[in-house]
């Protein structure tokens, strides 16, 4: 980032030299404009600010944020190195999984679980079924 800004800069400052000076808010929307798509939350942040910021104060936002940016990836880096080390390390006390609702099941994995007593899910006790009547 420090390169990008310092190369932005120095091409205001040429074009100044010569006789075509470049106002502040050129030099900001042109730093922010040839920004990465990495950028564009605070690219836009920046660009919607009344008043523009300075080129100072708009290169500190962005050095800013390559920093936190690149810690996020560090963090995330070792936070993945952590969860690969600890899914790829067997446990010495665990078992291997049970199935215990396989057990209990009419022999389906898709049945579901049964009921303890072994009882539909029916009509109620007095009610024969559908169309045949108690007389």
């Given at each position: 980032?420090?390169?990008?800004?310092?190369e932005?800069?120095?091409?205001?400052d040429?074009?100044?030299?010569?006789?075509?000076p470049?106002?502040?808010?050129?030099?900001v929307l042109?730093?922010?404009t040839?920004?990465?798509?990495r950028?564009d939350g605070i690219?836009?942040i920046?660009q919607n600010?009344?008043?523009?910021?300075?080129f100072n104060?708009a290169?500190?936002?962005?050095?800013?944020?390559?920093?936190?940016?690149s810690?996020?990836?560090?963090?995330?880096?070792?936070?993945?190195?952590?969860?690969?080390a600890t899914s790829?390390?067997?446990s010495s006390d665990s078992?291997?999984?049970?199935?215990?609702n396989?057990a209990?099941?009419?022999g389906?994995p898709?049945?579901g679980?049964?009921n303890s007593?072994?009882?539909?899910?029916?009509?109620?006790?007095?009610?024969?079924?559908?169309?045949?009547r108690?007389?």
């Open positions: 980032m420090a390169a990008y800004c310092k932005v800069k120095l091409l205001s040429q074009l100044n030299s010569v006789g075509c470049v106002d502040n808010q050129r030099l042109q730093l922010l040839g920004l990465s798509e950028y690219s836009t920046l600010r009344d008043p523009l910021p300075d104060e290169r500190s936002r962005l050095t800013m944020e390559e920093k936190k940016k810690h996020q990836v560090a963090a995330n880096a070792t936070v993945s190195a952590t969860a690969l790829t390390q067997p078992a291997p999984p049970t199935h215990t396989l209990r099941s009419s389906s898709n049945s679980p049964t007593r072994n009882r539909s899910r029916g009509r109620g006790r007095n009610n024969p079924g559908r169309g045949n108690v007389m």
